[in-house]
């Protein structure tokens, strides 16, 4: 089984100094210089937006929540907004309430059924953003390129149905 390597480069460096986090207090443009980072993520006062860089074969970025942000949300995109992220987040929630278990509704995944789900034998659905909102801390999304998609992987912690649900939503914007 391949594991990511967030300290690697995408020439293989896997030197102890490309393991570092940054936390993120403004909306950021991630840059080719940023593959690897841990993104922390604390409480924010108004939402905040990551901007993924220019497609690249081997970038990963890990986004960490540290603390609970239920105000505001955190919109991750495309540099390009007909570049395509793929991958599911799941959502589990504190007290273990089914509610809130796989967030489908609204999808968290790139459609809303088998067919489109990339690699499922349908159409594939083309989402440039992801929005994450109602977040509780412990939630971990991680995204990897292969220069030509943004795949991406998570688990999204919630409150309990009624209460500040989290919420990951997939969707095509323009910008």
């Not at 505001?72 to 495309?78: K, N, P, V």
């Not at 309430?97 to 489109?116: E, K, L």
Request: hydrophobic share 35%.
């Amino acid at each position: 089984m391949a594991h990511l390597n967030y300290g690697a480069s995408a020439a293989g460096d896997s030197s102890p100094d490309r393991c570092i986090s940054e936390i993120i207090t403004a909306d950021k443009s991630l840059a080719s210089g940023d593959n690897g980072k841990t993104l922390i993520i604390k409480e924010f006062e108004e939402d905040k937006t990551i901007t993924l860089p220019t497609l690249e074969s081997g970038y990963a970025i890990k986004i960490m929540w540290l603390m609970n942000n239920t105000l505001q949300s955190l919109a991750i995109r495309t540099k390009v907004s007909s570049n395509s992220i793929f991958g599911l987040v799941s959502r589990i929630s504190y007290g273990g309430d089914a509610a809130t278990g796989w967030d489908n509704i609204p999808p968290s995944y790139a459609g809303n059924t088998a067919a489109t789900f990339p690699g499922g034998g349908g159409t594939i659905a083309d989402f440039n953003t992801v929005t994450c909102a109602e977040i509780i801390a412990g939630t971990f999304i991680e995204l990897y390129c292969d220069g030509t998609y943004w795949y991406i992987y998570g688990i999204a912690q919630s409150a309990q149905s009624g209460s500040n649900e989290a919420s990951i939503v997939f969707s095509d914007e323009t910008y």
